[in-house]
């Protein structure tokens, strides 16, 4: 009995920790099988969604990815990149819009250059053909070159103004460019600038219709930068005016329910400079136009206008803490600059 007792203790405990082991195998194998098969679907998920990724890619698609595999760290990282798929196409999409406007720029930018170019080289060419100083009365006397220069020297006054206005709108797009802005009298500068119209307007036969204010009415502008706005928006309702053309400068009281521009809560007042004309034949959808570049409302008229002028207005005021707006009255367009008034 003594002996059997020996024996049968260590093997009951050898029999505990083989039985043990054993489970432990169990487990262990369990825990890599359902880790392989795990493995396996994240391969065979990752293969999947890259496999979509390739069509997405050849099919321009941004569809979004879809998954067969739930797993939150995997739906976080293929919804990232949707995200960043979906921008980087936007992006490119963009980039592509860009680029064709950017062609078709050049190509007006060209024909208007080019136009004014032409008549220049053509007279030029006829003075140097028929010589200068004809005998007077004669088809090509004195008289004719006379005139012939004239038409040379207002080609070249177009040219001018043309490189003006692509100049101006560089200078508008160049980063960080900041305006100094300092009380400037609007009632002085609109008369000033009306008045080097007066040969423009004799010339085309519009007598326009003046409202000033009867004393200074002081706005913060920069000066060179006001006189180029109203300058723009005068020769821009004397060039597509069907009749007549309407001036005006009043004060805004600073209500705040006024909500022109969005920008009138807490101004103690502004300034609004409205140019009007006759514009039979306008459309709405036009007038939703005026302010972009290169945009000209008849595009059958020809001369010195790049279409640059009122989206020149536009960045100016918007530089100068203003707006500009455009509306169509029945038969008549007018346009509108917001400013602050200066104290």
């Known amino acids: 009995m003594l002996g059997v007792t020996l024996i049968g203790v260590p093997l009951l405990g050898v029999t505990a920790w083989a039985a043990a082991g054993w489970v432990l195998a169990g487990a262990l194998l369990v825990v890599l099988t359902v880790l392989l098969v795990r493995t396996r679907r994240w ?20 569809e979004p990815l879809e998954l067969a595999l739930g797993d ?3 739906d976080a990282l293929v919804a990232l990149f949707d995200t960043q ?15 064709e406007r950017l062609r078709g720029q050049i190509a007006d930018i060209s024909h208007d250059l080019k136009t004014p170019l032409i008549a220049v080289k053509g007279y030029l060419q006829l003075l140097a053909r028929d010589g200068m100083g004809g005998a007077a009365g004669e088809p090509d006397g004195p008289g004719r070159d006379r005139e012939r ?36 009298d609007a009632t002085a500068l609109v008369g000033e600038v009306l008045v080097g119209f007066h040969t423009s307007f004799e010339t085309a036969g519009v007598e326009p219709e003046v409202s000033l204010p009867g004393h200074p009415v002081m706005v913060l502008a920069e000066e060179t930068s006001l006189a180029r706005m109203v300058r723009n928006l005068v020769a821009n309702a004397l060039s597509y005016t069907t009749g007549g053309v309407w001036i005006g400068l009043t004060e805004v009281p600073g209500d705040p329910t006024d909500g022109e521009a969005g920008q009138e809560v807490g101004r103690a007042g502004r300034v609004r400079l409205t140019v009007r004309n006759d514009a039979a034949g306008m459309t709405p959808r036009a007038v939703d136009r005026l302010f972009e570049r290169y945009y000209r409302a008849d595009s059958a008229r ?42």
């Open 302 to 343: 020809t001369g010195p206008h790049a279409g640059l002028g009122l989206a020149i207005v536009g960045a100016l005021a918007r530089q100068m803490g203003g707006g500009a707006t455009a509306r169509l009255d029945g038969g008549t367009l007018s346009i509108e600059v917001l400013l602050d008034r200066a104290g």
């Open 149 to 184: 220069l004239e038409i040379v020297n207002r080609r070249v006054d177009d040219l001018s103004r043309l490189l003006d206005d692509f100049f101006e709108l560089s200078v508008l797009d160049a980063p960080g460019e900041a305006v100094d802005l300092a009380p400037v």
């Open 85 to 99: 798929l979906a921008a980087e196409r936007r992006e490119t999409v963009a980039g592509r819009g860009r680029e």
């Open 72 to 74: 939150r760290e995997l």
């Open 43 to 62: 391969h065979a998920e990752l293969r999947r969604v890259r496999d979509q990724i390739a069509a997405r890619s050849r099919r321009g698609s941004v």
